[in-house]
């Protein structure tokens, strides 16, 4: 049973506006970024909404909430396994720290 603390932290997070940014604003490479970004936060959000409603929470989605979005610190691992940077991009880096951070509130929801 998740606590009820935990539960009132992940809905403020799930409903936060930290994690919306303009991705037409975005340019070359950073675009296909951006793109990344938000389909993985239509899927952490996915699972944040299982939790709050009290779905059922699949062993695969169990294990991409378990690993961190970011290695070093400001680097996205990229789909074709390359990282990009996100440090000179202070907008898109601040919707991934929202979005870590609800993907750590999922994480601890789901312990």
């Known amino acids: ?3 009820t603390k935990v539960l009132n932290e992940l809905r403020r ?8 940014f303009d991705i ?3 340019r070359d490479r950073l675009f296909d970024v951006a793109l990344e970004i938000n ?5 952490v959000a996915g699972i944040a909404s299982k939790i709050l409603d009290q779905g059922k929470v699949t062993a695969k989605e169990r294990l991409f909430i378990s690993k961190p979005l970011l290695e070093e610190g400001t680097l996205w691992r990229c789909d074709d396994g390359e990282t990009f940077d996100l440090g ?3 907008e898109v880096m601040r919707v991934v720290t929202g979005l ?3 993907r750590v509130k999922c994480e601890e929801a789901l312990k």
Not at 13 to 20: A, G, H, N, W
Request: with cysteine; aromatic share 8%.
């Open 88 to 90: 000179p991009h202070p």
């Open 100 to 102: 870590e951070k609800l």
């Open 1 to 3: 049973m998740v606590s």
């Open 39 to 43: 389909t993985t936060d239509s899927f």
């Open 13 to 20: 997070l799930y409903d936060s506006d930290e994690r919306v």
């Open 24 to 26: 037409h604003e975005c």
